[in-house]
């Protein structure tokens, strides 16, 4: 497993990686990815407590698939709890473009998750998801879609064959 | 990015998707015979099970 101490050093160039079409093989490690371009520019810049399950239902999925021969960086973070911080770290140095365009609320592009569904909780039930986010540095709305976009991308429920 | 309202002792919250997220999700709540609030209840569920998060169940089950 990767590790930086330096995140000046980091070059995402140098880091495993795959093309956007081989996401079924991304390792189940928590990291911080880079979305690259095939000019070798950062695109994006993202989380996951678990790469594979993040990129088989990525809410940028269509939206990166349109962009020509992208492929997936890695680092491979062995404290989850650190990949806030080295995404955020990473966002500020490498400034990528598909990033910045996100920096409207949330952090995500409204003009792309553009379906609304309304969820009812219980008040024990949000309180749950509330401190579940805030372990995960994320806003409960985030952490709900994130959530569910994983769990949805592990293949357990089956949501491929239908 | 989510509105959250209380209303009928519950709370209820608008959560933005992308579109094949939405669909998928609606979906496997067709073919489970669920809500899609339910289905994406259950979903979190599995996840804050996981992570060993404790939360008082819903006695109403997925009637919404």
Redesign the interface.
């Known amino acids: 497993m990767a590790t930086v101490t330096n995140l000046g050093a980091l070059d995402p160039l140098a880091l495993p990686a795959l093309p956007l079409s081989e996401r079924k093989a991304l390792p189940p490690c928590a990291a911080v990815y880079f979305v690259l371009a095939a000019d070798d520019a950062v695109l994006y810049i993202g989380r996951s407590i678990s790469l594979a399950n993040r990129w088989l ?1 990525h ?4 939206h990166i698939e349109s962009i020509s021969s992208c492929r997936i960086a890695w680092l491979a973070v062995s404290d989850a709890r650190l990949l806030p911080s080295i995404e955020k770290a990473c966002i500020e140095r490498f400034l990528p473009s598909l990033n910045r365009t996100e920096v409207v ?2 952090g ?1 592009n ?1 003009d ?18 509330v ?2 986010a805030r372990k995960d540095r994320r ?4 952490w ?2 994130v ?6 991308g592990n293949g357990k ?3 491929d064959d ?1 | 990015m989510a509105a959250r309202e209380k209303r009928e002792g519950y709370t209820w919250l608008s959560v933005h998707m992308s579109e094949g997220m939405k669909e998928i999700i609606s979906r496997l709540s067709r073919r489970e015979d669920r809500s899609v609030s339910g289905m994406a209840r259950r979903l979190m569920a599995e996840a804050l099970r996981a992570r060993g998060e404790d939360w008082q169940e819903d006695v109403d089950g997925d009637g919404d």
Not at chain 1, 59 to 62: A, F
């Open positions: 239902a809410h940028r999925l269509h609320r949330d995500t409204p792309l998750l553009n379906e609304v569904f309304t969820l009812r909780v219980t008040e024990s039930l949000y309180n749950a998801i401190r579940a806003k409960p709305a985030d709900i879609r959530t569910i976009e994983e769990a949805l429920h089956g949501h239908g």
